[in-house]
């Protein structure tokens, strides 16, 4: 039986005792998958799983909190679960967890910036082993998904789920690079030339929060301290500078939460290279405190904690 | 009038013009096409993608000063000075459903009672230049809200790409008087290609969908809540679709304090928020994403059209559609509420 099949095989056991599961199906195109929420078994044919259901479905999970849900989660997805967990934003038996062992999931904007014509016009996907057939425009060209596949995948090293009730496919021997070329890139730069790129991207950001509200962690959201209007902290003026505050304010809440989903960069509708921002964060993060959000049940996130003496804070050296 | 204007000719009257209106065009931005306000010397990248976010910014920017108040030292009066946009716009290369979104503000900030004297004052000061689409991309569904891909409403001038340049008919005298402008050259019988192509790419649309019982049909799901959740179940509440949308017109105000000053701001705000309908008292009538999603396709499909002869408050660009996060399909919904079986 193929994954698809096992993974439709374990929800239909536990179906009846859910309120929904949590899964993918094709969306507005051949190209895009979207959200599905499983309700029954006739539902349960749209599923679709594979490098184009993206969504990290776990960011779902906060707004069930009370009812029992199923969810199907990636890798990196379930790294997202298990700091929810943690964080005690939801309840273990209150989701039956199916996982998978992921092969990684496209970009779409790599997909965009390969195709001869504007995804827009897609015809036809066809999903091989290792390429897309993409016929777009009238034009058929086939990707390579390992040129298309999205950043995070490259340096996956938890491509099975890390938490589940069902673990559904083979199991990877992760084989992670060691760092991406556009981070390493970007940190290279001087603080001017940093400064002068942020000031120009973040005129593009139109504040519409869809990287807040994709984000599993970011669990404010409706109470948000950039859109409370008593005591208005940031300005709505749409400037560089308001717009990049209120990343600042994402990447501090997030750190040593943020499990590297990448859900808040594939959200931004205009194309915002937020993980850049995010990747330095979480290395700070691991470099201070050796931790690494997500990766294991029953760790605190350092912020959410207290300790006397850091080991690797030197409070009283300067 | 019709002429014809070469690909580097659009650029250099882009440029020309930058001399002395403010110019708002479609260029690359970093993997994606953005509207910026266009330099000499910037090149326009009008084919490559419809761009992320509409053109509404040019009679609706995003953040618009209101008035100023200035108090130089605590004894002083402070002075209050308004602050009505100057100068003229030009929109260069959006295409011709950016360029209606504002036939949707028109009626909701001209009525006999209320005149938005900042929304009318760019109204009448912005000329836009559209590009006729070649193609339909597959969220695009303006024949199905009364326009098609050459519609000319909206528009002062009308581009149609033909060979190495743009077939160029006016449609207001705003727009004939830039055609005068010695870049623009005679037609010659290019006016006949110029037609087989914006027919060809009505042709690719299909037929239309009927919206006619939208209005109806979704006012008979208002107080359905199970609906409602059903169809916001993916949605994440954010605001991308709400400011990408041409037709988007809500907005919120802010007193912004700048120590003994302070001015009064407009910005674009958005009913996906749940700041949006949040009472003084602390209660909200819109709580969740259902409700605040329901008042988003409602308010286009059914109480606008109500309110405003019928016209529906979506021009079919497809924005919401493609950039949102989740992938929710507001088509999708509107079918679902049209077809649903009582
Ligand atoms: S998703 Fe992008 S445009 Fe929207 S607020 Fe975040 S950074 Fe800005
Ligand atoms: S900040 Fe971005 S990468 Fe980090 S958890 Fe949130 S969505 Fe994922
Ligand atoms: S429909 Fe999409 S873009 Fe709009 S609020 Fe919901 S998730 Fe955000
Ligand atoms: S509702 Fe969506 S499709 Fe309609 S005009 Fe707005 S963004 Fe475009």
Sequence with gaps: MSQLDDLKTAIKSRLGDLECVIGWEQGYDPLHATPLFIRSEADLDRLIIGPLAVHNLATYLTGWKGKKVGVVVKGCDSKSVIELLNEKLINRDDVVIFGLCCDGVVSQRKIRAALPADPGFVESVEIGADSLKVTVAGQAATLRLDDVRADKCRVCDTPDALVSDFLIGKAHTPAPAPSLKCQDEFEAKSDAEKFAFWQETMGRCIRCYACRNACPMCVCRDYCIATSRDPLWVSQENLPSENMMFQMIHVSHLAGRCTECGECERACPVDIPLMLLRRYMNKQVRDVFQHEAGKALDQTPPLLTFKVEEERINERGW | ?342
């Excluded at chain 2, 049909?217 to 916001?232: P, T, V, Y």
């Excluded at chain 2, 919120?252 to 407009?266: V, Y």
Aim: charged letters at 25%; hydrophobic letters at 35%.
């Design chain 2, 1 to 342: 009038m019709e002429k014809f204007i070469t690909k580097e000719n659009l650029n250099r009257l882009a440029a020309e013009l930058a001399a002395t209106c403010r110019v708002l065009a479609p260029v690359a931005d970093c993997g994606t096409v953005t509207f910026r306000r266009f330099q000499p010397g910037m090149v326009m990248d009008l084919h490559s993608r419809m761009a992320a976010v509409s053109p509404k910014a040019a009679t609706f920017p995003q953040t618009e000063t209101l008035l100023v108040v200035k108090r130089e030292i605590p004894e002083k009066k402070p002075e209050i000075i308004e602050t009505l946009p100057e100068g003229k716009n030009v929109v260069i290369g959006c295409r011709p459903c950016g360029a209606r979104g504002k036939l949707i503000f028109d009626p909701v900030y001209e009525t006999d009672k209320i005149k938005d004297p900042y929304y009318l004052q760019r109204r009448k000061n912005t000329v836009f230049i559209s590009l006729a689409c070649d193609r339909p991309e597959t969220t695009c569904f303006c024949h199905s809200v009364g326009s098609g891909p050459a519609d000319p409403s909206g528009s002062d001038v009308l581009l149609t790409l033909v060979g190495e340049g743009y077939v160029a008919r006016s449609v207001t005298p705003e727009g004939e008087e830039i055609m005068k402008m010695a870049l623009f050259a005679d037609a010659g019988d290019k006016g006949k290609e110029a037609d087989a192509k914006n027919a060809k790419a009505r042709e690719m649309m299909g037929e239309a969908h009927d919206y006619a019982s939208a209005p109806a049909k979704l006012l008979a799901r208002f107080d359905d809540m199970d609906f409602w959740l059903a169809q916001s179940a993916k949605c994440i509440s954010c605001g991308a679709c709400t400011y990408m949308c041409p037709t988007c017109y809500c907005f919120n105000i802010t007193d912004d304090d700048l120590g003994l000053s302070s001015q009064r701001i407009r910005t674009w705000d958005n009913c996906m928020s749940h700041t949006f309908t949040l009472e003084g008292s602390g209660h909200n009538p819109r709580s969740t994403k259902a409700h605040r999603l329901k008042n988003r396709v409602g308010h286009k499909f059914s109480y606008y059209p109500d309110l405003h002869k019928g016209v529906i408050a979506c021009c079919g660009c497809g924005r919401c559609i493609k950039q949102c996060p989740a992938g929710v399909d507001i088509r999708q919904i509107v079918n679902a509420a049209q077809e649903y079986a009582e």
